[in-house]
């Protein structure tokens, strides 16, 4: 028999159909798909739209039977949706991809059922119609209505049966008269169990528990009723189903209830999670520092965040739309916010701004504001999202910046301006340190001269007996000399060179005393008016210096005044600031005493101002000046650390104001030299001085005064002079000496050996040996050259008188201490401090004791093994041993031994070192002697 095969297809798949064909024994043939009596129609199809289409075809040939060629990965699930589809539950499917064999075999057996079955169709209405008997035609018409009645209800209960939702049916008391496929596969139990049965028997207690409940609400009710509910009709298989319950009713009588099932999972899933990610976003937003905002497309604002609310203190509903902009933007910011905005609605720019928004207590800060379109599938704005971030802290620090940045600017244009005078300044300090150098130098040389010249005289002077010629010839060279000395002292204190010997004093006070002195000078054409001020501070400076300084100023503003006219001293108290500071040259701010010399002359021009003190510089005519009084005063005052300052309009007078520090101390004694009686003494001197013509000079005049005078050139022979053992009560020495042992080592060394010798320095240029800061250093006594004889003779007897000298306390400024009895007494002192060990061991030998010195307790130890020892002076803390442990193993050998401890603290001692005694440390030279003495009069 010849079977007909038709195929839906592409070229590839006929291909592969006509091989099976070939390699089939059956005698299959291929037709065209519209061929008259098909037995079989292949069609391929790869998902559920194929299904649809093949089951048209198959409509077309119902006769024939249809077979699926279907991709292996779909089989499955394809063949799950066949009995879903109508006239598609006895559809064949091949597998591909398939061997033509297996296709063939396939075929032929479609082929063979579907010739039997159209055998059977065709016996089956011939049976029909030999046994149908004839009806009218009124009949005929019932029977096909009963029969398309039949059709549809057939129809119908194919799609429940076939539907993908699960269709149940109960009667008002609960038995299940419906039971689809679906439900089979959802509750897990056929329908022939199912049907029949109470639900509560068919389903777990939990899920039928709640599908019950729905029932009975139905039939309460008599309407539809929906719910999603959580169902568990398989052990460890729950889901989420949709159920839809309705009562059946025929007329009013209620027959029953229809129920659908479907499984929601997924979509239940689904919306957790996305209620899920909704309340973290609420979350996020209510967490973030900024505020969030969104808006609608048109720009009208639509939410705000928590945090917005809360810091506006606004309702929501106040704000939405356009009422933000009118409720919490600044007055002053709402237009340029409008416009921005407006902007960019149009798409002309992103919205990025800053402005103020009112806070829920009526004050504004800055907000950076921006937002950003979220757009629909078609590119349009579908919705605005924004943050406002509080920016507040940046506007002050970005105003704060601008205000440094803006003082910054100023401060480096004053600091140009600054550095600018600066420089000037460093330029004219320059030149005049320059000038100093020199000046200094001349000064000494010049002074030397001036010395072997004027003491020279002095000793003629002596020798002339009555020569009145003579004697005035002497005189005026005399006042040479003076005026040489004066001339030199003013270049040393231009050049800052002099040696100021400062005291605390009153300059009111030192004003009224020079009152006469300066009326006298000024000459009864110049009117001489002072003020000085109520509660005058003191201040620290050189008086001499002071008193010659007031005096030059006081003979310029004659001078400038030409003789007549009104000069003003004034004394006051006046505090410099900062500012001020910052503007001159060498100036701390701080308190100052002020003394002000105002006259009513001529004035200087301004050009002029900045020379007047630079040395040699004068305005007045040839011969009337030297040009050095004003160098002088500013010299002075600026060695003193003070400051001047002029004031001057040509033609109405000139003020010169000079600033010294204020002092805290009480004013000092003032004891003019020159009240001193001028005698002479019968003590030993030795003078250093290196230039032969002074030193044969001083050596007369002291011999002349009945001084014992001994000589050297320079440092190191008048220290072999004084090692020589010679008993010497004053050196007078030059401050600056050739080689290499400077005058301040000599004395040094001088005073180690002869504690109680006088020092005198001598020089016409100090240098800083002697001088630090312009100021003689604490204790130094000096003779400044160029000197007189009655000069020299008083400051002698001064220092003579004043041994004990500030500059060697431990020496010189001892009281006598009676001396104990010493004869041969041997003294043990140990100390680490190896300063400390050699100065006492010093002071000890001078007072006639045997002094042995150790370093540690092991030195000392070692010298008590081989000396006998009347007393041990020690440290408490040594480096190797306790001075306690080391007084005690001396006792130990030497039980006559005396302890004196000399430490900074003092111990608790143990037995058998009761009777020692203390010396606290620092101590001075008696305090040493008198410890020392109390402890050798231990008793036993």
């Not at 479907?262 to 505020?291: F, G, K, N, W």
């Not at 237009?335 to 149009?346: F, S």
């Not at 002072?530 to 010659?548: K, M, Q």
């Not at 001598?762 to 001088?771: H, K, R």
Request: net charge negative; hydrophobic share 40%; aromatic share 6%.
């Amino acid at each position: 028999m010849t079977f007909s095969i038709a195929y839906l297809g592409d070229v590839h798949g006929e291909r592969a159909l006509r091989d099976a064909l070939e390699a089939s024994d059956a005698d299959l043939r291929l037709v065209a798909a519209d061929a008259p009596g098909i037995d079989v129609l292949v069609f391929d199809t790869a998902d559920t739209a194929g299904l649809v289409a093949a089951e048209g075809a198959r409509r077309r040939t119902s006769a024939a039977q249809l077979v699926l060629r279907v991709p292996e990965q779909h089989v499955e699930r394809l063949r799950a949706h066949l009995p879903f589809v109508p006239h598609m539950a006895s559809a064949w499917i091949a597998a591909m991809p398939a061997t033509p064999e297996s296709l063939a075999e396939l075929l032929s057996r479609a082929a063979s059922v579907s010739v039997r079955r159209r055998a059977v169709a065709s016996l089956r209405q011939k049976i029909n119609q030999q046994m149908r008997p004839r009806v009218s035609e009124g009949d005929d018409a019932e029977h096909r209505r009963q029969q398309q009645l039949e059709r549809s209800e057939r129809y119908l209960a194919t799609v429940l049966a076939q539907a993908p939702q699960a269709f149940i049916a109960f009667t008002p008391d609960g038995e299940i008269i419906s039971w689809n496929a679906a439900a089979e596969r959802l509750c897990g139990a056929s329908a022939g169990a199912a049907l029949g049965m109470k639900l509560v028997d068919a389903l777990p207690a939990k899920a039928a528990s709640a599908i019950s409940a729905l029932i009975e609400e139905t039939l309460a009710n008599g309407s539809v009723s929906s719910r999603e509910v959580k169902l568990e009709v398989l052990p460890g298989r729950d889901f989420w189903a949709q159920v839809d319950a309705a009562p059946l009713k025929e007329a009013d009588r209620v027959l029953g209830v229809s129920m659908s099932l479907q499984d929601v999972t997924e979509r239940h899933t689904t919306m957790a999670l996305l209620r899920a990610s909704e309340s973290r976003y609420h979350t996020l937003i209510d967490t973030l520092p900024q505020l969030i905002w969104t808006a609608r497309p048109d720009g009208n604002a639509a939410y705000f965040s928590r945090q917005w609310l809360e810091y506006t203190g606004l309702d929501e509903a106040e704000q939405v739309g356009s009422g933000w902009l009118e409720r919490v933007v600044h007055p002053d910011d709402r237009g340029r916010v409008r416009v921005h905005w407006a902007g960019a609605l149009r798409g002309e720019h992103a919205y990025d701004i800053d402005y103020r928004i009112r806070g829920a207590d009526g004050g504004f800060r800055w907000f950076k504001l921006r937002g950003t379109p979220l757009r629909a599938e078609d590119g349009s704005i579908a919705e605005w999202f924004g943050t406002a971030t509080d920016i507040e802290e940046i506007v002050r620090a970005r105003e704060a910046l601008q205000r440094s940045a803006d003082k910054l600017q100023a401060m480096v244009e004053k600091e140009m301006q600054r550095r600018a005078s600066v420089e000037q300044a460093l330029h004219q300090a320059q030149k005049m340190e320059a000038i100093g150098n020199l000046t200094g130098g001349i000064a000494h040389d010049f002074n030397n001269i001036l010395q072997v010249i004027s003491g020279n005289l002095h000793l003629l002077a002596g020798k002339l007996g009555g020569d009145e010629v003579a004697e005035r010839r002497i005189r005026e060279a005399l006042q040479g000399v003076a005026r040489g000395s004066k001339l030199a002292s003013q270049l040393l204190a231009f050049g800052r060179r002099q040696p100021l010997a400062p005291k605390v004093i009153n300059i009111g006070r030192l004003v009224r005393e020079m009152d006469e002195m300066l009326r006298r000078t000024l000459g009864e054409g110049v009117e001489l008016e002072t003020s000085i001020a109520g509660g005058l501070w003191n201040t620290l400076v050189d008086r001499s210096n002071l008193e010659s300084a007031l005096l030059n100023l006081a003979i310029n503003a004659r001078d400038a005044m030409d003789g007549r006219g009104r000069l003003t001293i004034e004394a006051g108290n006046a505090f410099l600031d900062q500012a001020y500071a910052d503007q001159q040259d060498e100036l701390e701010p701080g308190q100052y005493v002020m003394l002000a010399v105002t006259d009513t002359g001529c004035g200087i021009p301004p050009e002029t101002v900045d020379k007047v003190f630079e040395p040699f510089f004068t305005t007045k005519a040839e011969g009337k000046g030297t040009g050095l009084g004003l160098s002088m005063v500013y010299g002075f005052i600026k060695q003193s650390s003070g400051h001047v300052r002029i004031y001057s309009e040509p033609g109405q007078g000139t003020t010169f104001k000079l600033y010294l520090p204020r002092s805290h101390q009480s004013e000092d004694a003032f004891v003019s030299e020159e009240n001193r009686p001028v005698l002479g003494g019968t003590e030993t001197v030795l003078v250093v001085e290196d230039d032969e013509a002074v030193r044969e000079m001083v050596v007369a005049t002291l011999v002349d005064l009945g001084y014992t005078a001994l000589q050297a050139p320079d440092a190191r022979s008048a220290l072999t002079i004084v090692e020589s053992g010679l008993s010497i009560d004053l050196l007078f020495t030059d401050v600056v000496m050739p080689g290499p042992l400077k005058s301040t080592d000599l004395v040094r060394k001088a005073r180690e050996r002869l504690p109680n010798l006088a020092v005198l320095y001598t020089s016409g240029y100090t240098q800083n040996a002697i001088v630090h800061g312009g100021r003689l250093d604490a204790g130094v006594e000096l003779l400044s050259k160029p000197y007189s004889r009655e000069a020299l003779a008083r400051k002698f007897r001064h220092v003579i008188a004043n041994r004990r000298q500030t500059a060697f306390p431990d020496a010189s400024a001892a009281a006598p201490a009676p001396r104990p009895p010493v004869g041969s007494r041997t003294i043990l002192f140990c100390d680490d401090e190896s300063v400390i060990r050699e100065t006492c061991g010093e002071l000890l030998k001078a007072q006639g004791y045997g002094v042995l010195l150790a370093g540690d307790g092991a030195e000392a130890l070692a010298l008590g093994a081989k000396h006998d020892i009347d007393l041990l002076i020690t440290d408490l803390g040594l480096p190797d041993i306790p001075g306690v442990e080391l007084a005690g193993r001396l006792r130990e050998t030497h039980p006559r031994c005396s302890v004196l401890f000399a430490s900074g603290t003092s111990a608790e001692l143990p037995a058998g070192l009761e009777d020692a005694r203390f010396v606290l440390k620092p101590f001075r030279a008696p305090e040493l002697y008198d410890a020392v003495s109390a402890a050798l009069r231990r008793p036993g």
